[in-house]
């Protein structure tokens, strides 16, 4: 295998930090992580090779999700193993692949998706749509684990079919984007509503009072008996 010989690779090679991805060279980068997260810890690769599992419990013979205070001691250690693979892969990448990861749209995520399985399959490498479907929701971001959650408590993930799995999580997306846009939208007219109230609270305060009319006409007439029109 030929290593890069780039300092800000070569920095890179030490077994106490997860090697860097900057956006090329994936498979390279795959398999050092991929050696990386085996050599370090087995159950952090295990939650990412197998997906994160969140605490559960049985209502009504339905599985949801369990209170945080019904915890025991092995909700917790999983969890927290969830959060140390979710952690360990976000400090293997850079900012801005961090962000094109996050804010990816699900078409593009397909799209990506789709193009990988292909170039594997061309190679020989295939996989059954139940796999592609864990793959794909293993591969979603933390903004996403609530369907995720979902999806996996309803639905049976060996007969979810590719397409019923993508309709799901566009009109999720879809949803998503509507409640953002509208919390936007709230705060705007909120914004606008105080800066109206506070000008007409301006303008109501420049106003002139019947005793400021009083006051100035006081002051005209005086001015004038000061000048010697005697008018007052």
């Known amino acids: ?52 599992t969140f605490p559960t419990k049985l209502v009504d013979g339905v599985l949801v999700p369990k209170p945080k205070q019904e915890w025991n001691e092995l909700d ?58 864990m793959k794909i929701l293993r591969s979603l971001p933390s903004k996403w684990h609530t369907k995720v959650t979902t999806i996996q408590e309803a639905k049976d993930l060996t007969k979810l079919p590719m397409e019923e799995l993508i309709g799901s999580l566009m009109t999720y997306e879809i949803n998503l984007t509507k409640k953002l846009q509208e919390g936007e939208d709230k705060k705007k007219k909120s914004v606008i509503l105080k800066a109206t109230t506070k000008e007409e609270e301006d303008v109501e305060e420049e106003k002139p009072s019947d005793e400021d009319d009083d006051l100035a006409l006081i002051i005209r007439k005086l001015n004038k008996y000061m000048r010697g029109e005697r008018s007052f």
């Open 76 to 133: 917790k250690r999983n969890f927290q193993l969830n959060a140390k693979a979710i952690f360990t892969l976000q400090c293997a990448m850079d900012r801005n692949e961090y962000n094109r990861i996050e804010n990816e749209t699900i078409v593009e995520m397909i799209t990506s998706f789709t193009n990988i399985v292909n170039g594997l399959e061309a190679l020989g490498k295939t996989y059954k749509e139940s796999e592609k479907v």
């Open 1 to 52: 295998m030929v290593i890069p010989s780039s300092s800000s690779q070569a920095e890179n090679f030490s077994k106490h930090r997860a090697p860097f991805f900057i956006g090329t060279d994936y498979p390279y980068w795959k398999t050092r992580m991929t050696w990386y997260l085996q050599s370090t810890n087995l159950d952090v690769w295990d939650v990412i090779e197998n997906a994160p």
